[in-house]
């Protein structure tokens, strides 16, 4: 009697060790979905900063050409902006993305970084004239853009790879397929934008068509965004 005592005894204890390790699981899973959705807002705020700071950094030009601001304003401007994108930069650093998403962040970052170091170069050939500086910041504008869209590729197919955690399963293949539609036609929307605004020799006409042209690739990345799986 003793002895069978003592085994429904630590059946009970089996049995409440499985019925908390459930309970833990499902806790687990679900701080994980959370933690998931705040990740995602912060990182879409974040980006969101650094449209918004760069479409700034192109209109105070702009005021400038039209005489508006003087250009030490402007150059006082600009070096707020270096201080403000580097802020920004630094809150990639914050953020815990699940496993999956780490490597959409890194990219997504080193993009900010690539356009930081293009907007410098950028208010150096504004300071001196060199005409190297603004060669280097072009390309550099070019090499931010294509890190912004492995970025974001690297975003939507984990994104799309992660099935709903009430399913059965954890993951699925991605949506592969479409995704590239889109990123296809979203590239297809930024050589017309290149088409309509860049002159032959591969530069602009005037400081407002490359204001339009920057507004142009905006809008392709937004269209991209919107209608990614």
């Given at each position: 009697?003793?002895?069978?005592?003592?085994q429904?005894?630590?059946?009970?204890?089996?049995?409440?060790?499985?019925?908390?390790?459930?309970?833990?699981?499902?806790?687990?899973?679900?701080?994980?979905?959370?933690?998931?959705?705040?990740?995602?807002?912060?990182l879409?705020q974040?980006?969101?900063e650094?449209?918004?700071?760069?479409?700034?950094?192109?209109?105070?030009?702009?005021?400038?050409?039209?005489?508006?601001?003087?250009?030490?304003?402007?150059?006082?401007?600009?070096?707020?902006?270096?201080?403000?994108?580097?802020?920004?930069?630094?809150?990639?650093?914050?953020?815990?993305?699940?496993?999956?998403?780490?490597?959409?962040?890194?990219?997504?970052?080193?993009?900010?970084?690539?356009?930081?170091?293009?907007?410098?170069?950028?208010?150096?050939?504004?300071?001196?004239?060199?005409?190297?500086?603004?060669?280097?910041?072009?390309?550099?504008?070019?090499?931010?853009?294509?890190?912004?869209?492995?970025?974001?590729?690297?975003?939507?197919?984990?994104?799309?790879?992660?099935?709903?955690?009430?399913?059965?399963?954890?993951?699925?293949?991605?949506?592969?397929?479409?995704?590239?539609?889109?990123?296809?036609?979203?590239?297809?929307?930024k050589?017309?934008?290149?088409i309509?605004?860049?002159?032959?020799?591969?530069?602009?006409?005037?400081d407002?068509?490359?204001?339009?042209?920057?507004?142009?690739?905006?809008?392709?990345?937004?269209?991209?965004?919107?209608?990614?799986?």
């Open positions: 009697m003793k002895k069978k005592k003592i429904n005894i630590i059946i009970a204890l089996i049995a409440i060790f499985i019925i908390g390790s459930i309970a833990t699981y499902s806790y687990s899973v679900e701080q994980t979905k959370q933690k998931g959705l705040q990740f995602g807002i912060e879409e974040i980006q969101e650094v449209q918004k700071l760069q479409i700034k950094f192109y209109s105070e030009k702009t005021r400038w050409n039209e005489g508006d601001i003087s250009k030490k304003e402007l150059l006082e401007y600009y070096e707020k902006h270096l201080k403000e994108f580097k802020t920004i930069i630094s809150k990639y650093d914050e953020l815990t993305p699940p496993e999956l998403f780490k490597s959409s962040v890194e990219l997504l970052k080193i993009s900010s970084e690539t356009q930081l170091e293009s907007d410098s170069q950028f208010i150096e050939w504004m300071k001196t004239g060199d005409e190297s500086a603004k060669i280097r910041s072009d390309t550099q504008f070019q090499e931010a853009l294509e890190y912004e869209m492995l970025g974001l590729v690297e975003f939507y197919s984990a994104k799309t790879g992660v099935k709903n955690y009430d399913e059965g399963e954890k993951f699925e293949a991605p949506q592969s397929g479409l995704t590239q539609k889109v990123i296809q036609v979203s590239e297809n929307m050589n017309q934008c290149n309509e605004f860049i002159n032959e020799s591969g530069e602009f006409d005037s407002k068509i490359e204001i339009d042209w920057f507004n142009c690739i905006n809008e392709a990345e937004k269209w991209k965004i919107e209608h990614l799986p």
